[in-house]
């Protein structure tokens, strides 16, 4: 044995980790389930996988229900006010990127948001278990009711109305809208059929009231209808007395123009009125905040008049603005250039203090075009984007804010803001983001008003059981952001009278708070900076609208599409042992083993060095104990 150590061999060992795939099991934790009565159906299916002993033998199964989010499955009560399908299997796909992980999803189909599920990308099959009713019902539905967020006043506003039958007999129908003393508006007489299942018309109301405005609509029941709760919809719109001008001068036609103008009109309270610089014969008196693309010499009087007006202004630099000229003006900034244009990504800036700009994902929009060089800003001023080189931060202003001398002024050091526009679209569907980020910094510009200490962010109108957020912007008196204030909201029941008070909690720049579950009603609330003689009011109202009952049966074409799409199978809710032998008879789900060699030295084996110390006291015991030593 001392000869081996000395030898000191290696010894190869392996061992072998059988790794078993993964069964995913989605469990709908929407009210869809609960208002269909099948909870105990899904509860019951849920046992019936997970206690199966030969599913269990051949799988890991994990199991996570899902809402409008996918979570680790602790408890089911169907409270969930939205499903979001789409969402669940796509967080399960990230979760087992790489390994053999089929998915059991139990649900009615029914998705109220997030992206349609049937299309959805999965490198998993899914097989989807129908619950919820089947069976096909005379059903109307106002299935949408779209209008602007903004009118004027006395003046029309359309409101489009679509409806969707469903059944095969010729039913009639009245449609009408009341405003918010309950007198009917608009009325329309209809008519559907298993043929004429759907319609689509235009009420024009006069907006008679400055304000928001609340209007309900519904549609008159049919016989032998079921489910009435989706033929009533509620919506609003603010009605304003005036409107923001904005003046839009440009040497060049280019994409941003058309961008630029449809982020601010988005806002149906701002217009925005576009001229080549070379055609603009008017004052810019009449304007409430003029936008200077790609300035050159032939800017020399709007920029005299900008000066001597004190005008608000927005400047947008790029590769065809004249550096030399802008540098002679003395705007407040300057850029030292040389003729060679730069690509600048954006990096957003958290300690940006202007007003509230939440980050959009700037880092990941297409870079801005301008001309190189050091830029120098000779001006208080807020930085709300840094360029970005390459990857490398430059700590050089992309976008800039400034208030001097009662003047608001802005500089963005690029071209190119309509690619973000696509870019913002193409990442979430909507240009919302994008056009909200364009709007705060118009509102911004336009106003003239003394700039409030306290600034508030809520919508007018929310469904039944929301989460009702609030977002609240504060500064000190020298209106820099003051992270140390202490907020409070006060709501106010109109009908009961019954308050709720609610702190708020800093989240980043800004303050926010939520409340959910409100019972429907109109609400007022009043925001206090506790210690200062700051307040601010508002109001709201929820509906009773309840997108998780506007349902009538489970959205089985749907699901067979999603089964369909990712080579899985759909199943119905009483089909568990042919989903089980589907599962269990699949050889594309198999185990995996890992096997791994170790080389070990002999010498690195303690228990051998044990084993000769116990030798040799053994030994010695034995001589000592027969007197050889």
Known sequence: MLFA?????????????NVKPILSILIDNSKSIAYFKDT????????QLQNDNLLNDKFTIKSYYFDDDLSIRDSLKFLGNNTNISEAITKVNMLYDNEIAPIVILSDGNQTVGNDYSFTNSKQPVYPVIFGDTTRHIDLKINQINVNKYSYLNNKFPVEVLLNYEGNESVTSKFKIFNKSNNVVFSKQLRFSATENSKSFTANLTSLQEG????????????????????????????????????????????????????????KQRKVDVFLIDNFKKEINDYQLVILFEVNKKFKNIIDAVKSTKSNYLLVSGVNTDWNFINQNELGFRKNFINQTESYNADYNSAFQTYYQKDIGFSQFPPLQDQFGEIKILKEHQTLLNQNINGVATQQPLLITSEENNQKTSVLFG????????????STNSFQDFDSFIGNLIQYLSSNKKRNRLDIQAEKLFAANSNVVFNAFYTDKNYKFDNRASLEILITSIESKETFALPFSLDNNNYKTSIQNLPSGSYTYKVTALGQNINRYGSFKITDFEIEAQFTRANTEKLLQLANKTKGKRYHKNEFENLKQELLGNSSYYTIQNVKLKEKN???????????????SAEWFIRKYYGKV
């Not at 030898?7 to 061992?15: D, F, G, L």
């Not at 989706?230 to 058309?258: A, C, M, R, W, Y």
């Open 602 to 616: 002999l010498i690195d084996w303690k228990w051998i060095l044990f084993l000769i110390v116990a030798l040799f």
């Open 5 to 17: 150590l000395l030898i000191n061999p290696k010894i190869k060992t392996t061992q072998t980790d």
């Open 212 to 267: 928001v405005q609340y209007y309900r609509t519904s549609l008159q029941k049919v016989e032998r209808e079921k489910n009435i709760k989706n033929n009533v919809k509620n919506f609003s719109i603010e009605v304003i007395n005036e409107q923001t001008k904005i003046l839009l001068l440009s040497s060049v036609l280019h994409p941003d123009i058309g961008a630029f103008k449809k982020a601010i009109e988005s806002n």
């Open 40 to 47: 105990s159906s899904v509860n019951s299916f849920v046992n």
């Open 415 to 426: 071209q190119g803001i309509w690619k973000w526009r696509a870019n913002s679209f193409l």
